[in-house]
């Protein structure tokens, strides 16, 4: 099976512009969840998703939205950007909610 | 918020020895996860111990769990350069879902 496929790998963006993130899971997983990785804050959970529906949210402002589609694609949109954003965005899908299996990342620079 | 936390930050061992992590966490768990990260890449599952469990093996790996001191250690055995990451525990809570993450232990094995 092919692994989570995050695209893209990298991104710049400026302040106050928005970004979308995507997400394709392992064949079969419905669960997906995203996590915001920074050198201070460490690994940071943001939301999951469950059969199109978000089970679970983090302590994030409202910029900060996300879906799953039918076939369990995932998007994650961030909003109004800020410096503060800056950071490496992993998602990660599961098959039982307990074991996580997660992508590259995509590694988004706000200037 | 970060509900493991990983001692020591930084340990640097040679190639042949064993290197010994240490988690330690807050509330109750449903389960205890290690992750393994190379730079700054997707994290890697490396084993997950339940709450009723005291002890897992896996290959290399051992990893051990006290719920009276909530707290767990993942021991390596035989460290290889190709073991040189960052280590992460995670907690899978008794209610809700989101693993919660420390801030992991930076390990280099050098040959």
């Known amino acids: 099976k092919a692994g989570v496929t995050q695209t893209p790998r990298y991104l710049i963006k400026t302040r106050g512009q928005q970004v979308t993130l995507s997400c394709s899971p392992i064949?079969?997983?419905?669960?997906v969840s995203w996590y915001q990785q920074t050198p201070g804050q460490g690994l940071q959970f943001l939301f999951e998703?469950?059969?199109?529906?978000?089970?679970n949210k983090g302590n994030f402002p409202g910029r900060f939205s996300g879906r799953q589609f039918s076939n369990s694609r995932s998007e994650m949109n961030v909003s109004t950007l800020e410096l503060g954003d800056s950071a490496l965005y992993l998602c990660?899908?599961?098959?039982?909610?307990?074991?996580?299996?997660f992508g590259s990342g995509t590694q988004l620079s706000v200037l | 918020s970060q509900q493991g936390e990983e001692d020591p930050q930084a340990l640097s061992i040679q190639e042949g020895e064993n290197a010994t992590m240490n988690c330690s966490y807050k509330?109750?768990?449903?389960?205890l996860q290690w992750y393994r990260q190379n730079s700054g890449r997707g994290l890697v599952h490396l084993i997950l111990?339940?709450?009723?469990?005291r002890e897992k093996h896996s290959g290399r790996l051992r990893v051990t769990l006290d719920t009276s001191k909530k707290s767990s250690s993942l021991l390596i055995t035989a460290s290889r350069a190709a073991d040189t990451a960052s280590y992460f525990c995670?907690?899978?809570?008794?209610?809700?879902?989101?693993?919660?993450f420390g801030k992991g232990t930076s390990l280099l094995v050098t040959p």
């Open positions: 990660a899908s599961s098959e039982d909610r307990e074991k996580l299996f």
């Open positions: 064949s079969g997983h419905r669960s």
């Open positions: 998703y469950f059969s199109e529906t978000q089970r």
């Open positions: 509330t109750s768990i449903n389960n």
């Open positions: 111990i339940r709450s009723n469990e």
């Open positions: 995670a907690t899978g809570p008794n209610s809700g879902y989101a693993l919660n």
